[in-house]
């Protein structure tokens, strides 16, 4: 391990890279990174970072978020086939019939979307804007794409708009029932369910605190309950316990591992940057209407 990781330092500084990796990926893969994030906290670092190469450790739409902000850059994804089945259950078809039916309407697109879906939308969003980038539009009616769940969460937030919802959903956080809750918290009473809102609304009901990963470490972090729930995928736990060493963290449930998120590894880290591989390649047409939304959410994010 120490081999691979002095092995690793070596490229970074050979190269110029960074590594820049989700709360989701392995601990091992997590230790090595340069960043590591949320969605959000990624998309904005990769805007800042002074480098050659990025390497990406996360899904492929992350890889592309960070090429589309990145134009000069080349970035690396450690698992070509790493990619979040979610961010393909939209279509270009259906919102274009959306923007026909609904001339007033915004497209507001989740990042965890394909560059292509991202390239017809008005609007990216993360987990920790959503709320408050729809309340922010000036669109009375909103298309929200492509995860219903956190579609369904930002409707009962920002009630005085129209959400058209889509058809889409992570496999991870949806199978996450109620019900797993409900026991968890029957043998913890004390602990503090944190919920992640690409669940199901019937489990976003029972939480105590709802938001993106960042969000739920940082509410973890902060608070003085020493038991919690953890109703998201869990990779967080990594950080979850490196920040709060003295506190107890339970998983919601026995089926919250994304299988893409855990295909990066530190081989696969050293593999790409060593022969500079699985480089995200786009085409430049396509990146210059995907950039115009993800700088909007940029912009709109900032306090
Ligand atoms: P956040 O990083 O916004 O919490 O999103 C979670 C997720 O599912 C990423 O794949
Ligand atoms: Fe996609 Fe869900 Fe995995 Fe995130 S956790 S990459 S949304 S499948």
Do not use: R, S
């Given at each position: 391990m120490e081999e691979k990781k002095k092995k690793l330092e070596a490229l970074k500084r050979e190269k110029r890279a960074v590594i820049m990796a989700h709360y989701y990926v392995p601990g091992e893969v997590q230790e090595i990174a340069n960043y590591v994030g949320d969605s959000y906290y990624l998309s904005e670092m990769a805007t800042r970072v002074d480098c050659d190469i990025i390497v990406l450790c996360g899904v492929r739409f992350m890889g592309e978020s960070a090429k589309i902000l990145n134009p000069k850059k080349k970035v690396l994804l450690?698992?070509?086939?790493?990619?979040?089945?979610?961010?393909?259950?939209?279509?270009v078809e259906r919102i274009e019939e959306v923007r026909r039916e609904h001339p007033d309407a915004a497209v507001v697109c989740y990042v965890n979307s394909t560059a292509e879906l991202k390239s017809h939308s008005d609007v990216c969003v993360t987990s920790s804007n959503a709320v408050k980038i729809v309340r922010a539009?000036?669109?009375?009616e909103i298309f929200f794409i492509p995860d219903e769940h956190l579609g369904a969460f930002v409707a009962e937030q920002v009630p005085e708009k129209t959400i058209l919802q889509n058809d889409g959903y992570c496999h991870v956080h949806a199978n996450i029932r109620p019900e797993e809750i409900m026991a968890a918290k029957k043998a913890r009473p004390e602990a503090k369910v944190l919920v992640h809102p690409e669940c199901q609304s019937s489990v976003v009901q029972l939480a105590d605190y709802v938001g993106s990963t960042a969000g739920i470490i940082q509410y973890a972090t902060k608070s003085e309950a020493s038991e919690f729930i953890v109703a998201t995928e869990l990779g967080v736990l990594t950080e979850l316990k490196k920040r709060n060493p003295e506190k107890k963290f339970y998983a919601?449930?026995?089926?919250?591992?994304?299988p893409n998120m855990k295909k990066i590894t530190l081989d696969g880290v050293i593999d790409v940057l060593l022969h500079e591989t699985n480089e995200v390649i786009m085409e430049e047409s396509m990146r210059e209407a995907a950039y115009a939304p993800l700088c909007r959410m940029l912009e709109l994010a900032k306090d």
């Open positions: 450690p698992a070509a086939n790493a990619d979040c089945p979610m961010a393909h259950m939209a279509t539009l000036p669109n009375k919601a449930g026995n089926t919250q591992i994304c």
